[in-house]
């Protein structure tokens, strides 16, 4: 079956400094990737998806990016945090062709 | 602009009672619409898919439909149980191309009481 893994749960960073999430899909082969951002009182904000290695799209232009060196490995980045950069950041996956996406359980980051 | 709103930010019923969630869409032509479960500090879980040639699709106690004249799904729990207080999110794919991302709602967030 397939498990979808994100790391860590919780993160407290200060402004300015570097961010790298990971994201980690087992089970499964070329899948499709995704990365969003949850703010509190607010809907599911997709940030970047992947369709392949190499291959990202970026929904919305901000001080984050987003890198998938392996098949089934998706990371965030940033190089300086903000404020407004915290949030609840939630990994998914889906099939190739799928339709439903499939979520990893988050991770809770606050910058102060 | 494209628009997809779930007109509740908060829902609250006795147990026993039918919870009836709105999710209303402005500016898409969706072939299928989804419904997640979220649960406070986890992830959304999938639900349910529903077609536009569905009118409506079942799951236990669940029962979503999909009206494209209205522009409206409609998700229903039968039987509420206080185990079924969660947010629930719709969603829909702006492109129709499976694979691709997909668009959320902000959610209702549904309290169940004993």
């Known amino acids: 079956s397939q498990t979808i893994h994100q790391w860590p749960a919780t993160l407290v960073q200060p402004v300015g400094s570097p961010l790298s999430l990971e994201c980690t899909v087992e089970g499964t082969s070329n899948p499709n990737l995704y990365w969003y951002r949850q703010a509190a009182g607010r809907g599911l904000q997709l940030l970047f998806y992947?369709?392949?290695?190499?291959?990202i799209s970026s929904e919305v232009p901000q001080n984050l990016s987003a890198s998938r060196p392996q098949d089934r490995q998706f990371i965030l980045s940033s190089k300086k945090l903000l404020l407004s950069d915290s949030g609840f950041y939630l990994c998914?996956?889906?099939?190739?062709?799928?339709?439903?996406?499939?979520f990893g359980p988050g991770t809770r980051l606050t910058v102060t | 602009s494209q628009k997809i709103e779930q007109n509740s930010e908060a829902l609250n019923i006795q147990e026993g009672k039918t919870a009836t969630l709105t999710c209303n869409y402005t500016n898409y032509s969706p072939a299928y619409l989804q419904w997640y479960r979220q649960d406070p500090g986890r992830g959304p879980v999938f639900l349910l898919l529903i077609r536009e040639n569905e009118k409506e699709k079942r799951k236990e106690r669940l029962k979503v439909t999909f009206d494209t004249t209205l522009k409206q799904s409609l998700f229903h729990i039968t039987a509420s149980q206080p185990a079924d207080s969660a947010t629930y999110l719709c969603?829909?794919?702006?492109?129709?191309?499976?694979?691709?991302?997909?668009?959320f709602g902000k959610g209702t967030t549904l309290s169940v009481s004993s």
């Open positions: 998914a996956w889906m099939e190739a062709g799928g339709y439903e996406q499939y």
């Open positions: 992947s369709v392949g290695i190499g291959q």
């Open positions: 969603a829909l794919d702006p492109l129709n191309q499976a694979g691709t991302a997909l668009i």
